[in-house]
């Protein structure tokens, strides 16, 4: 991989398609058609997202979160999340895979953004704490829920994010114009199903060695939400349906950036929502409010 | 040959801890890097085609694992000759019989494989109509005990024999399934219908390469029995895909393109690498996953130098159908 010279890649990213006009409107089908928006501009919308998920899975792994460095000048607050105690050791190193590729998919991306001539935004406020409260009261679950409190509610809390990144690149990869960040996207794309898949085996695995399905019914609780705020898309977990994608084709669910802010703000679909949920004031960058 | 091929898979190996202990930070600089392969224009068919070539032997593999019979001989048949076309045959060892599952969770899991390869199958043939090409010659039997060789693992192996080696026989296949589609990515001309569709394979194949892994990681519980395999596994696939240019005693393993599974020691947001990790996700130092060329996969399925001007043997004895082969 290491092979290729990064002089080439400036030089062939100095070409790139720049953040320059608004997005266009997310359409609001189940299976969207490419929208047309600047890779830049899809790229900070992913680093919002990845944001999201390295702090999660820092946190949980080691009881803090990003550092300003990686957090980028003028980052936002995070509210909530601690080290997970009981981890098993095989347990705490799934944590931490995932926390050193969710870090790694930040500084990345933000490194993608500055040579494609763009500026990769800064961290924006997350919320975990009232977010998960919220989720959990709008799922069924109860009134209130703490990823962080113990193993089981840890894979759940991980449930929330996983499958969502992967609709999320699946919908935003075939948008982008420039071949290498559409070869990265994928890439990302694929760690992210690596993961979710990783995540809904560990879940169903833990349920049967405990003899209980509670933590199963959780995240299925969790994933009928997702799709009564994200457009459908969602695959129930069980131990004879690990995979999350259509059942015609099998193939993987795709998601427009409205359909991905409606589950990340916690709100039904519908135009002009611009913060809630994990963004108490909303992504930054220009793909933050819903058009529909 | 065997030795030198095993000292070569080590140096692979360790030089890819080495890669991986030097963190995110110091190869950031590296971050996106285009691959330096040219590879010349080839059409959406051509691309399509190909990947039904490996979805077919996906799909053979888990129904054969799970039903014992091949896909054309299901309850419900996915036609392996299509458009005129003459199917290949698929040659297993002798009294084949299906695997004799013995945890319900991976019978379960190789279920709904079975199932989802059984459907791209049946979506590729759908989406390339006329020009969908039919199942090559397929090798369950030689083809294993030949990578087995390559791969340092003894003379033989035998993926139908239980949990653990149908796991590690699904292993060679899904992580080599993910590379391709992402390699294929880039190459697909139409961005409205059948990049969407290919990048959604793509997840699912992740999806399973992830599913895969967590499984075998967990069976292996920490003996390192199955883990060492998925190791020389993953090394015999890099070294398939990125042989040295000049004598392969020299392979550094520069470009090893493949990981294990195995633990490993990273940073996070501290500066020291003091947490231990599991390399479930096959992906790069920057954690993103690998994309192959379309000869870096023919070399891998089929023994040969990605150089090669066509690609015979091991799972594909005649060959691939279609343009790219």
Redesign the interface.
Known sequence: ??????T??AA??AGCSKSSTPPSSGGGTT?P??QDVPDNDILNFALNLEYLEAEFY?RA??G????ST?ALSGAGTVTGGAAVQGFS??M???A??I???????V??IQ??IS?NSGTPVARPNIDFTNAFNALAAAAGIGSSFDPFSSPSAFLVGAFVFEDVG?TA??GA???ITN??????A?????????????I???L??MA?TNKDQTYVNYANQVSALRGKLGGGNETMLS???????DT???????RTTDQVLHIVYATAPGAGVKSGGFFPNGLNGSISTTAS | MANTETKQLDSIISSRRALLTLGGAALAGLAFAPRAEAQSAVSDTDILNFALNLEYLEAQFYNLAVSGVTIDKLPTPIPVSVNGAAAGTVTLKPSFMKVPFALPPIQAYAMETAIEEGKHVSFLQGALGTAAVSMPDIDLYNSFNALAMVAGLGSSFDPFASDATFLIGAYIFEDVGVSAYHGAAGLIKDKKTILPAAVGIHAVEAYHAGLVRTSINALDAGTGTLNTITQKISAARSMLANPSSASTTTYTGSKADDIGLTTTMVSLNGTSASYSSSTIVDCDSNSIGWGRTTSQVLAIVTGTDPSATSHKGVFFPSGLNGNIK
Do not use: C, W
């Not at chain 1, 803090?64 to 550092?67: A, P, R, T, V, Y």
């Not at chain 1, 994928?186 to 990783?198: L, S, T």
């Open positions: 991989m290491a092979g290729a010279g990064t080439a890649a062939f990213l299976t058609p490419p820092l792994a080691t803090s979160g990003l550092s990686d050791t095989a705490q190193q799934y931490v895979e926390a050193q590729d969710e870090l790694n998919h500084r990345a490194e993608t040579k992967v690149y699946t990869a075939p948008a071949t290498d960040i559409l070869s990265a994928a890439g990302i794309q694929a760690v992210e199903a690596y993961h979710a898949a990783e809904r085996t560990l169903v695995g049967a131990v004879s349906s690990i995979v999350a994608a015609t084709n099998a193939i993987a669910f795709a």
